[in-house]
């Protein structure tokens, strides 16, 4: 009975957390949505970009700080944050939020806990070639990157 009792608060506890701990990659999957799309999640990353306020995209872009090496899956995500304005470019920072697809983009929204772990923080840009004949915008989406040619 004991055991009983230990796996019903165990799943108790993940229902009220309603949290996953997930890569920013794990999050984008390798498809065109997110296999955690509907759900909460909490990750990490560094905050590569911010634009709140009038007339902007109201969040900021994420990316992970190694990635996972695997070109098919994008390292950054855009968070929709509208009224935060504690966020800075360089702040790695661990956020609780929901996974929704936004126009065919993965975003995460509704974001709650956002803690800076440490400031001032780089990202260095992902330098891409870009073909119009052979080109994958899925493996990209919300990362820092930089074009290699004109």
Same mark, same amino acid.
């Given at each position: 009975m004991r055991n009983f009792y230990t796996f019903l608060f165990s799943i108790l506890v993940f229902t009220v957390s309603g949290q996953v701990n997930v890569t920013i990659p794990a999050i984008q999957g390798g498809g065109n949505s997110s296999p955690y799309n509907g759900q909460n999640v909490k990750t990490t990353g560094i905050v590569t970009a911010v634009? &709140?306020?009038s007339g902007t995209i109201n969040g900021f872009f994420m990316q992970d700080k190694t990635g996972d090496g @695997?070109?098919?899956t994008?390292?950054?995500i855009f968070v929709y944050s509208p009224n935060n304005t504690t966020i800075e470019k360089g702040d790695e920072i661990s956020i609780t939020a929901s996974v929704s697809e936004y126009f065919n983009k993965t975003q995460l929204s509704n974001?709650? @806990?956002?803690?800076v772990l440490s400031k001032g923080n780089t990202i260095q840009p992902?330098?891409?070639i870009y073909d119009i004949n052979n080109w994958n915008w899925e493996s990209y989406e919300g990362m820092l &990157?930089?074009?290699q040619q004109p």
């Open positions: 634009f &709140v306020g @695997n070109p098919g994008s390292d950054g974001a709650s @806990n956002i803690t992902q330098k891409i &990157v930089e074009f």
